[in-house]
């Protein structure tokens, strides 16, 4: 209707003129999301009334509540089987490296796709397995993991001690 309007009078369909010809100029400034469903809703050639907006925004709030309530859930789901795997890694990681591996380096050795590395890391922290503090390479083994000291050989020994140490007073 109002994209129709907008196209057969030979104008450019933008979010500005949408907005120009619904009067709630207000709304593209202060409410982004409404502006995404309006023009969502001229595409599909509805009527972006302020109450069409507010349900099809209030639809989209709630699909996308969901998906990220089914998307941890498939974190924790996956966390109780790689938790053991993923703290042994990390324990690796630091003992040959002196210090603790980035988010995306542990999703590689998980073989995550990029957009579930977080919710998983986050899922083996809060479930134990690691910890992690505010600064990069910070991540160690957690409270969780059952760890056997990592073997030392005549070269990485004291690197191994010394990273034991910081473990442990990390996690104290």
């Given at each position: 209707?109002?994209?129709d309007w907008i196209t057969s009078a030979g104008l450019v369909p933008t979010e500005e003129r949408i907005a120009e010809?619904?009067?709630?100029?207000?709304v593209w400034v202060w409410a982004p999301h409404y502006r995404r469903t309006a023009i969502r809703l001229v595409a599909a050639g509805q009527?972006?009334?302020h109450e069409a907006v507010q349900a099809a925004t209030r639809q989209m709030i709630a699909a996308n509540k969901q998906a990220a309530e089914q998307h941890h859930?498939?974190?924790?789901?996956?966390?109780?089987?790689?938790?053991?795997d993923a703290a042994a890694w990390v324990q690796g990681y630091c003992a040959t490296r002196g210090h603790g591996?980035?988010?995306?380096e542990l999703g590689r050795a998980l073989e995550l796709k990029r957009p579930h590395v977080e919710a998983t890391i986050q899922?083996?922290?809060?479930?134990?397995w690691i910890t992690t503090g505010?600064?990069?390479r910070s991540m160690r083994p957690g409270p969780r993991a059952q760890l056997t000291p990592a073997p030392e050989t005549e070269i990485g020994a004291e690197r191994s001690t010394?990273?034991?140490?910081?473990?442990?007073?990390s996690t104290t």
């Open positions: 209707m109002v994209w010809l619904l009067g709630w100029a207000w009527a972006p009334t859930a498939q974190a924790a789901a996956f966390v109780a089987e790689c938790g053991p591996p980035l988010w995306s899922a083996l922290h809060r479930e134990g505010p600064e990069a010394a990273t034991r140490a910081t473990h442990r007073s």
